[in-house]
């Protein structure tokens, strides 16, 4: 954040950012997109390749079916309109990451267009238009050889082409983004609905979600736009807002000292955190698109549309409105559960279970206890092993008074260690709440008995000395006493 | 007619990596600009009401199964591979 920057505060900022994101993510399909290779991360080098994804004489590419449902779901989710037809281009360069010299690409008839994506930024929303969905293959991967890995320092390079011809699709947002932060939300909204569609793994580390940033400043209000510079290598949520943050910055000062910004591609360096100008050919993005004669067009009719359309699950932004409205969860706790996919999952089968008199306590574990273990054991919901069900039944015991909630605690600590069911746990260890007025009020004299000073203080009417007599029924009965008895029964007493 | 320049030769030459002296270059670009002059005969087609096409083959959605198929072995992928190194091609320093 700096002196130029809108700090959400409401302040009028000198410069307003105008951004736009192109996201490629890899789909989770089990070939590539245009020849049988299987998908691999980290398999040997070229150890996944055929004729046809190293681009050899002879062969022919042939459109996986998988990846086109996948990308028209994801267009879809995207609110995205499918084109009836839409063809494939080359896009003709020459660098080593692609065997064919070109890589084949959608240009002028992509797949999808004219969607949008709401970002909930808190305070308010902001709806980023989605100029197109298009569909390519992935590049090869290079190694540069020498010391530094940089290729500017390296003498050869090796190339690995398992990742070449890997499903891709592009998403390309409209200039619609105004903030760093919005930029940064817009992605983490986009992975979440891509991974409820289950048609990528997302992961940035892997590089299965990359996202390119452009950018350009215009004064708060102005209409025309600035010049804009492309971000590259902003892997992670942190980088592109750290990236973007730079660049505005970087950006607001040329205009202050009356300089021009200069349109070029930047590199983001997370470890400096700036951005440098990568020195390309200029030709270099005469990229000469032209129909692949290779490939027939691809048309989608409406059904085949629809049938993908009813295959899409109940996604992020319905479920924490399904939450709010219809099961009455706070706002954070319904945006938390819906913020994984397969916590929601959970949370929607412990629902079903409980009914709706007792989902919220679900809620609470799931995001409280539950979550707070997970967090510290470094583990997804999916490896806890710990069932709905199970959970349903440790809150069943709770909310039936057969366990004291604190007692629930650690026979949720045991279920986690144990992975045992909390019934077998409790008849094991014999923690079932004491809730028999006759035994509690035989503990209840005992305590009374041996604390006449604190007893004599009660009657003084210091009324908070009571909670010390109930500590000691509670020591007494290893905490499985219901508390809420122990106190009437002693209350009654004491009153004598 | 001249449908190329000097200069629009030179750039696909740059684009494909050529490198062509300057008799070489007139040469291209004369016989380019002959290609070039042969093939806009076809702008004088009356093509009112004709659709764009981008394939000469009336079909569509050839689409495969997302079936694996065996690859190639490491030692075969790089086997036209002039030169390799740790399993992969070995290429000179692109700059």
């Known amino acids: 954040m700096n002196k130029y920057m809108n700090n959400n505060t409401g302040e009028m900022a000198k410069y307003e950012a105008v951004i736009g994101l192109e996201t490629h993510v890899e789909l989770s399909t089990n070939t590539k997109m245009f020849c049988g290779c299987a998908l691999s991360f980290g398999a040997e080098p070229n150890t996944r390749t055929c004729p046809v994804c190293l681009g050899l004489p002879g062969t022919l590419p042939v459109i996986n079916s998988k990846a086109v449902q996948f990308a028209i779901k994801t267009a879809l989710a995207l609110n995205c309109s499918i084109n009836k037809s839409s063809i494939f281009h080359r896009k003709n360069y020459f660098y080593a990451d692609m065997p064919k010299n070109y890589q084949i690409s959608q240009y002028n008839r992509p797949l999808a267009s004219n969607g949008f994506l709401d970002v909930d930024m808190g305070s308010y929303v902001r709806r980023v238009g989605i100029t197109r969905v298009h569909m390519e293959e992935d590049t090869g991967k290079l190694i540069h050889t020498g010391s530094s890995g940089r290729i500017s320092e390296s003498d050869a390079s090796i190339v690995d082409y398992n990742r070449a011809g890997t499903p891709l699709i592009e998403i390309v947002t409209e200039p619609d983004i105004r903030t760093p932060a919005e930029a940064k939300e817009y992605l983490i909204a986009l992975r979440n609905i891509i991974l409820y569609l289950d048609v990528s793994d997302c992961s940035m580390e892997q590089g299965s979600l990359r996202c390119d940033a452009n950018i350009s400043l215009k004064p708060a209000g102005a209409k025309s736009m600035g010049t804009k510079t492309e971000i590259k290598n902003l892997n992670s949520f942190r980088f592109i807002q750290r990236g973007l943050e730079y660049e505005y910055k970087r950006q607001a000062g040329l205009l202050e000292e009356g300089k021009k910004v200069l349109q070029q591609t930047r590199h983001y360096d997370h470890l400096t955190d700036t951005t440098s100008a990568l020195r390309l050919k200029e030709e270099a993005h005469d990229y000469r698109y032209f129909p692949d004669p290779d490939l027939v067009p691809l048309i989608m009719d409406k059904d085949a549309v629809q049938d993908i359309k009813r295959e899409i699950p109940e996604l992020p932004g319905e479920k924490i409105k399904r939450y709010l409205e219809v099961f009455g969860l706070p706002d954070e706790t319904a945006r938390l559960i819906a913020s994984d996919k397969d916590t929601a999952q959970y949370f929607d089968r412990c629902a079903n279970i409980l009914g709706p008199g007792k989902l919220k306590a679900a809620a609470n574990w799931i995001t409280g206890d539950f979550a707070a273990y997970l967090n510290k054991e470094s583990l997804k919901i999916k490896q806890s092993g710990i069932s709905a069900e199970s959970l349903c039944s440790l809150i069943e015991m709770i909310e039936g008074g057969r366990i004291s909630s604190k007692i629930a605690k650690s026979v949720f600590e045991e279920m986690a260690q144990s992975k045992k069911e909390p019934q077998d746990i409790i008849m094991e260890h014999n923690l079932e709440q004491v809730s028999d007025e006759g035994e509690l009020s035989k503990i209840i004299d005992e305590v009374i008995a041996a604390n006449d000073e604190v007893v004599q203080q009660v009657k003084d009417g210091k009324d908070k000395a009571i909670g010390f007599l109930i500590g000691q029924v509670m020591a007494k009965t290893k905490g499985k006493a219901n508390p809420a008895l122990v106190n009437g029964i002693m209350s009654k007493k004491l009153k004598k | ?95």
Do not use: W, Y
Not at chain 2, 12 to 35: F, H, R
């Open chain 2, 1 to 95: 007619m001249k449908i190329i320049s000097l200069e629009q030769a030179s750039h696909v030459a740059k684009l494909a990596e050529l490198e062509l002296s300057s008799d070489e270059l007139d040469k291209i670009t004369s016989q380019l600009d002959d290609i070039l002059g042969h093939v806009a005969k076809i702008n004088e087609a009356d093509t009112e009401g004709v659709r764009p096409t981008s394939h000469t083959l009336d079909t569509n959605n050839v689409l495969r199964e997302d079936t694996v198929k065996d690859s190639l072995s490491q030692e075969d992928a790089l086997k036209n591979a002039p030169q390799q190194s740790g399993g992969g091609f070995l290429v000179p320093k692109i700059d």
